[in-house]
């Protein structure tokens, strides 16, 4: 059970463990964080199984792996180590132009990127059970993910609006079941969690999209490319939790030392967000 | 007015619980603090992670305050990861802390991982209709005080128990559209008035 936690990102078994003492509520087990891929460049694929085993070893709450986005045999094999969740993952590089994993023939739980309704639905009909904003991982700005979010909300407000010729243009657009798009017009929200990711990097961050009304946070290389990760990291599950409350936010957000430094979107030669179909 | 009932907002799905208590006329009231304790009839512990809510509790330092609710006779459920938070002893993290308040030994994690959670109708002491439990990564009573009553089973392991003013079920009925377990907890608020 996810809900109101920090999922965090880690590259080895002794990161894992710094991680749930901070107290996250699953760890995402990767070879490279995402500020690492971005500057290597190259193919960044699936990690190694045996490093993922040493990562589902050391900790006791849930473990993610990312697989690349339409790589099913990568999935397959994560789903055989028997990790918790699979984040098919814009942060990989893509292995098809066309179609994302089939979902629904998985028994293991699938998380996807979104920047949109639109994108959100057609994961989820693609058999997702968790949402996250892809926000622009890897540059310690939270820019995209407000975007992402405000967006999210913001097209989920607009169906309310819609005739049902209107409805049934946007679920065509969108390509998807028009049912779907009608359960969300009535319920005001997605069926599934929506969680924030990518660029999440300090305590007022998370606050931030825990207040836009995200359901909790991911944070990649936030945590251990800062000065001190076991004091950010709890810091930032503190704040995910007392997201309303500044006094205790200011009280968290003292001393924390660097924050990774970080990245203006406009530097960027390539968008990870425009990753994925 | 309606009954205040706490449900403890550090992280899982206190939302779920809140609107199960809505619906049932009573008034949710988020815990996140100590302050917030003051006004509640009742309290529900979520499910989430154990190590994490855990944690939270030692850092605001809810923990007293909240043994300090039970021995004034406030009623506690507790779901899932509010199960291990309750316990005694937890029997295959004996390190983790706890709160102690019922007399059980719990094994988190206990049915295996992710991939190993199910839905399945148990049937619950006293009431006809079964009812849809869903377990996630669901922790197991292993041993039970001599106090503690069994109010429902699945494959021979206790999943809903009451010892005193506290109730706990190791699935979560907050996921279902089904209420009755929960207000099975506010007629032991009623009772405890």
């Known amino acids: ?277 | 007015m309606p009954i205040q009932i706490g449900v403890l907002a550090l992280q899982g799905d206190f939302r779920e619980h809140s609107e199960v208590l809505r619906k049932l006329g009573c008034r949710p009231v988020e815990i996140r603090k100590k302050e917030d304790l003051k006004t509640i009839k009742g309290l529900i512990i979520p499910g989430g992670e154990s190590t994490t809510i855990s944690k939270l509790l030692k850092e605001f330092k809810l923990n007293q305050n909240i043994i300090e609710l039970h021995k004034k006779g406030i009623p506690i459920y507790g779901t899932c990861a509010g199960a291990i938070v309750l316990a005694k002893d937890i029997h295959n993290y004996p390190k983790q802390p706890s709160l102690g308040l019922i007399n059980i030994s719990i094994d988190r994690n206990a049915y295996g991982r992710q991939i190993e959670s199910f839905e399945e109708n148990i049937s619950i002491r006293g009431e006809k209709k079964p009812f849809p439990a869903i377990f996630i990564r669901a922790p197991i009573i292993k041993e039970i005080g001599k106090n503690v009553e069994i109010l429902a089973k699945q494959n021979g392991n206790p999943v809903l128990i009451k010892e005193d003013s506290i109730l706990v079920s190791t699935f979560h009925p907050e996921l279902t559209e089904d209420t009755r377990i929960h207000k099975m907890f506010l007629e032991m608020i009623k009772k405890a008035k």
């Open chain 1, 1 to 277: 059970m996810l809900k109101g936690g920090v999922i965090m990102d880690v590259v080895t078994a002794e990161q894992a463990k710094i991680a749930q003492k901070a107290g996250a509520c699953a760890v995402m087990a990767l070879e490279r964080v995402p500020a690492d891929i971005r500057k290597q460049g190259g193919v960044a694929r699936m990690s190694d199984p045996k490093l993922i085993k040493e990562i589902m070893a050391a900790v006791s709450i849930p473990v993610m792996a990312k697989c690349r986005i339409g790589h099913f045999a990568e999935a397959q094999i994560l789903e055989s180590l028997g990790i918790d969740y699979i984040d098919e993952s814009e942060v990989l590089t893509p292995a098809d132009n066309a179609f994302h994993v089939d979902k629904h023939q998985f028994k293991v739980p699938f998380v996807c990127g979104a920047t949109n309704l639109g994108e959100a639905l057609r994961r989820l009909h693609e058999g997702a059970a968790m949402i996250r904003t892809k926000g622009e991982a890897g540059t310690g700005n939270v820019i995209e993910a407000v975007r992402h979010m405000r967006k999210m909300t913001g097209d989920i407000r607009a169906l309310k609006k819609m005739s049902e010729s209107q409805l049934q243009s946007y679920a065509k657009k969108e390509r998807v079941p028009l049912s779907l798009v009608k359960s969300i017009k009535t319920h005001q929200k997605l069926p599934v969690v929506n969680f924030a990711a990518g660029g999440i990097a300090t305590p007022a961050d998370a606050a931030l999209m825990m207040q836009l009304g995200c359901d909790g946070i991911f944070v990649g290389s936030g945590i251990f490319k800062s000065s001190n990760p076991a004091k950010l990291a709890k810091a930032i599950v503190q704040a995910t939790t007392h997201y309303k409350e500044p006094m205790i936010l200011a009280d968290i957000s003292k001393g924390l030392g660097q924050p990774m430094k970080g990245d203006e979107i406009s530097t960027l030669s390539t968008k990870l967000a425009e990753r994925g179909w």
